[in-house]
């Protein structure tokens, strides 16, 4: 069961404790009958190890634990029920103190008989549940279910380890293999300029999904097209008379061929290449497979060095040693499948390295356990046995995504903490710190694989077997799929002696226009989520009424535009996502959701105001607005004290400042002080750990910003700053004159003055900032009042003529500066004092950590200086870590500084675009990419002896290339000719080559190889 009886029940029994001492379980009477429910889970609880493990085998301890679990959503409904009715009690202004000690009642008559009738019927369900609880407790006996012991072997890992440092080795795997073939480089040679692209066709494939997606990497334009009798021929029309190279990753069944793809790819394209990966042979061949290749096993030496790179750390190799016996013992065990190899390796990384703990794993009878839905997923059901239990039980959720589907973190600490799969007996610890540090563990145990696009792990995907795992340990608890398949297995249901009690239902279905009544009928429903239903345009009006115990509901890309009134209904609701839906009003009755948790109303464009229930959200700890055109949040929004997370809080000024729309300056009345929330509201909410701040051109006076108390929130890691550009000034980067008055200017830089962040912030960002110069909290070289910051995005500053002084920031490595159009000079401020001098004599390292560096649309930047020119110390690192930089429409830039070629000694990519007034780029010894576009008077490029690839566009006047004698790679714009190729390439008549190493050349239209005919006559 998806519930995993372990955690749900210890998580119970200490809400249970809690409630039993809450002033509402008291007012109601209940307080006894709570804490009987509460003794006899607990006398339950240390069978129920065994009972898991032992449940695939018995079918009596299944059915005891589907007893014992659907007791425990009917316990956790009650709970909530109780709280809800007794702090409404409570907060009756009728209600006197005197009702908590006595039974006399203090309401008219009519709500007495309803609160006394209410009470009676609470104190009879927990009754007839405790007498439930006491039929199983005594049949436990009878299924000889043995006791765990009390002492926990994976805590006291979980205290004493530190986190590992995850591997991801090369493994050799269908998807691995074919990756390998799209992206070798002889194969792009093959078909340069011309569509690579990659599918993933998961069971649950969309039709329409794979066509736009095949038809926009071919280079297609989608628009607004829709349906697959446009899709079609439009897929058709764009790879016509192209040379095409396609994979099919992970095919399940061959219609997505015969009935989708076929026609309009054979029809069109020219000599084109599909490759596919699937399990199944069969599939190969009815898709008319020319070639089959089956891939091989990895050998036991090979699984064995697998298993070492994940498990073992630098140093280590003793105890790789000393455990290769019983290592290769569980290498043969994994049977040379490279998910297994990992997932097991992930185990054995937890374990001490004492070969008394791997031979425990060697003997779990997990590897030749039966009840699976195949083979391979022995060692990855062991993996999922070592779990604790809370982390089991978070797992499941990914039984809810479709296949290969990117899921981000915040979607998973959302559901998690909604379903209740996580408390804390820390109250220091966020709870979403907890769930956080379950996605990093399974990130680390690699149930999940990191999409490098995302930073820090924010999206990862699960592997399709793990996730069939997951899928079975849930088994009748939840489905995904589309709607007719959620109604046959409805029927299979109804025509069998089981019944079932559906709690989580994911619908994947791009053709489903309105929610069919079955799902409506499942009102045991706690998860409810669509995916990739976009034509979904109206809900039942009694929707919300028939599915009161939901947790999670998601409509997330649904075309609704009116939410039913009925949402109050979902009491029990923690978890409302309406994100790019076009809804226009959200009801009032949404006050009612008192356990609502997480509301994401992002990028709804047809929203413009929230309404006042929202203030009577007191569980709400994440509000997502961003990129919805909100007028305001509803003034008391500081009221919400539970608050972590604000996305896009819009400010607004007791004067009613600008707006920022258009060039109208006169007050908008709907801004004014009175109607919606300003930034004194973010006073009161102390526990913020992400906030996002629009509007700021409307905050009246410094006094306003100073009310936000930022400096006093010791939790806030993440902060935006932004105002929002006149829409005007169609150029950003040359903003006219008289779009900002002096006085609007004046009181801009006031306003930032008073917005300094805590010493904990780790991300920046200022955007649309209009002040002539940056706040000094900013500007003063101190390495203390930003010191954790990690990154800092400077957008659009257009006014500021003086980059703060960065150098001095400890942790900082990214770092983005972007329409900073008043900048002309960047000296030695940009990393020490004004006036050049070193801020701090003993200080070792400028830019310690900064890797990535950024400057784009910066029109008047001349002059690019550090202030090391002219030192010569030897013993002060100066960006040591820095990896790349980009410098893009930057058209005055006359040069690179001096200490930037002699000091960045990491740096291996360098990309110039638009630095139409740079001459030369030269000495830059550990430069292996360069990147030159349309940089009309770039004449020179020299010294670089470790560049490896050199990408030419749009420089006319480049004369002389020189000392690049390891470069391997050129790539030019148009050049169809060997008549048309550059004098600096050429050289001809020159004894000196100038291209030692070059072996490949890539022209508009054609690669050269040295060695074929084609190769032109250039001097290396």
């Known amino acids: 069961m998806s519930m995993i009886a372990e955690a749900f029940v210890s998580t119970l029994c200490e809400m249970l404790l809690a409630s039993a001492k809450e002033e509402a379980a008291k007012i109601l009477g209940v307080p006894n009958e709570i804490k009987k429910l509460y003794r006899r889970l607990k006398r339950i609880q240390d069978v129920l190890a065994d009972a898991e493990n032992r449940r695939f085998d018995s079918q009596a301890i299944n059915h005891w634990l589907n007893e014992l679990r659907d007791l425990m959503y009917d316990a956790d409904d009650i709970i909530d029920e109780c709280r809800i009715e007794g702090e409404d009690l409570i907060s009756s202004s009728s209600f006197s103190s005197r009702c908590v000690e006595s039974v006399r009642c203090c309401y008219p008559l009519i709500a007495c008989l309803h609160k006394v009738r209410f009470r009676r019927e609470i104190a009879n369900r927990i009754r007839d549940l405790n007498l439930k609880l006491e039929e199983l407790a005594k049949d436990k006996a009878d299924l000889h279910l043995a006791p765990a012991p009390h002492d926990d072997p994976y805590k006291r890992r979980i205290r004493n380890k530190t986190s590992p440092v995850l591997v991801q080795p090369d493994i050799v795997g269908k998807t691995t293999l074919a990756k390998k073939i799209y992206n070798d480089e002889k194969l792009r040679d093959n078909f340069n300029q011309m569509p690579r692209i990659w599918l993933c066709v998961s069971r649950e494939f969309s039709e329409s999904d794979l066509l736009k997606s095949i038809i926009k990497q071919a280079g297609g334009n989608l628009g607004d097209a829709e349906g697959k009798e446009i899709l079609v021929p439009m897929l058709s029309e764009v790879v016509r008379s192209k040379k095409i190279f396609i994979v099919l990753d992970d095919v399940w069944d061959s219609r997505v061929w015969d009935e989708l793809l076929k026609d309009p790819l054979q029809s069109s394209s020219v000599d084109g290449r599909i490759l596919i990966t699937t399990r199944h042979e069969d599939i190969a061949r009815q898709m008319g497979a020319v070639h089959i290749h089956r891939v091989e096993k990895l050998s036991p030496e090979d699984g064995w060095s697998l298993i070492c790179k994940v498990v073992f750390d630098e140093g280590n190799e003793q105890d790789a040693r000393n455990l290769r016996g019983i290592g290769m013992k569980i290498v043969e065990k994994c049977d040379g499948l490279p998910l297994a190899l990992k997932t097991v390796g992930g185990v054995l990384r937890s374990k001490e390295k004492r070969e008394g703990e791997w031979n425990m794993v060697l003997s779990s009878p997990a590897w030749s356990f039966t009840k699976l839905p195949n083979d391979e997923m022995g060692p990855l059901y062991l993996s999922y046995l070592d779990l604790p239990p809370p982390l089991k039980q978070c797992f499941t959720c990914f039984s809810l995504f479709p296949e290969d589907y990117q899921i981000a973190r915040i979607a998973f600490v959302d559901i998690c903490m909604a379903e209740g799969f996580v408390t804390s007996k820390d109250d220091t610890l966020l709870l979403e710190d907890v769930v956080e540090g379950y996605w990093k563990e399974l990130v680390q145990r690699n149930f999940l694989q990191p999409d490098p696009k995302w930073y820090h792990d924010q999206r990862c995907r699960m592997h399709d077997l793990l996730r069939a795992l997951a899928q079975h340990i849930a088994q009748d608890e939840c489905f995904l799929g589309d709607a007719q398949a959620f109604a046959r297995k409805i029927k299979a249901s109804s025509s069998s002696s089981s019944s079932i009690k559906l709690r989580r239902l994911s619908i994947v279905d791009e053709k489903l226009e309105t929610i069919p009544d079955l799902i409506m009928e499942q009102t045991s429903l706690r998860t409810l989520l669509f995916f990739r239903a976009p034509l979904i345009h109206d809900l039942p009006e009694d929707l919300f009424r028939k599915l009161r115990r939901s947790r999670v509901l998601d409509l997330s890309g649904t075309n609704i535009d009116n939410v039913p009134t009925s949402l109050g209904d979902l009491v029990h609701l923690r978890s409302l996502d309406l994100r790019t839906t076009p809804i226009r009003k959200i009801p009032e009755s949404i006050g009612n959701l008192r356990n609502l948790q997480f509301l994401t109303l992002q990028d709804c464009k047809y929203l413009h105001s929230l309404p006042s229930g929202v203030l009577e959200l007191i569980s709400l700890r994440n509000l997502n607005v961003e990129d919805t055109p909100l007028d305001g949040l509803p003034m008391g929004i500081g009221r ?381």
């Open 640 to 1020: 919400l004290q539970q608050l972590r997370s604000i996305g896009g809080f819009v400010a607004n000024g007791s004067e009613g400042g600008r707006s920022g729309v258009g060039d109208d300056r006169k007050q908008d009345k709907g801004h004014q002080h009175g109607r919606f929330s300003t930034l004194e509201e973010l006073k009161s909410l102390s526990q913020l750990n992400f906030l996002t701040i629009y509007n700021l051109e409307r905050v009246s006076n410094r006094a306003e910003a100073r009310a936000a108390a930022l400096e006093a929130k010791h939790h806030l890691l993440y902060l935006h700053l932004h105002c929002t550009l006149p829409s005007s000034s169609s150029d950003v980067q040359q903003p006219r004159a008289n779009d900002y008055e002096e006085e609007e200017i004046k009181r801009m830089g006031e306003v930032f003055e008073e917005l300094c962040p805590p010493p904990f912030l780790e991300t920046l960002e200022i955007n649309g900032y209009f002040g002539h110069k940056f706040p000094n909290w900013m500007m003063t070289p101190s390495s203390s009042l930003l010191r954790n910051l990690r990154r800092l995005d400077l957008v659009h500053c257009a006014r500021c003529r003086q980059l703060p002084p960065l150098g001095m920031l400890p942790q900082l490595d990214y770092l983005n500066i972007e329409d900073a159009a008043a900048v002309v000079r960047i000296g030695s401020e940009f990393s020490l004092l004004a006036s050049g001098r070193k801020t701090d004599s003993s200080f070792s390292s400028y830019f310690p950590k900064l890797e990535r560096l950024i400057f784009e649309d910066m029109p008047n930047w001349k002059e690019w200086r550090w202030g090391w020119e002219e030192e010569d110390d030897q013993t002060t690192s100066f960006l040591p870590s820095l990896n790349k930089i980009v410098i893009q429409r930057c058209p005055k830039l006359r040069s690179l500084p001096e200490s930037l070629l002699c000091r960045a000694t990491a740096l291996k990519i360098l990309v110039i675009e638009d630095a139409r007034s740079l001459i030369e780029v030269q000495n830059l010894p550990s430069l292996t990419e360069l990147i030159l576009i349309r940089n009309s008077s770039l004449e020179r490029v020299s010294n670089f002896p470790a560049l490896k690839h050199l990408d030419v566009y749009g420089c006319e006047k480049l004369m002389y290339v020189e000392g690049v004698d390891a470069v391997e790679h050129v790539q030019l714009d148009d050049r169809e000719a060997e008549e048309s190729l550059p004098k600096w390439l050429v050289g001809a008549g020159e004894e000196q080559p100038r291209f030692p190493s070059l072996h490949k050349l890539t022209l508009e239209n054609k690669i050269c190889r040295r060695g074929l005919p084609d190769w032109p006559l250039i001097s290396c």
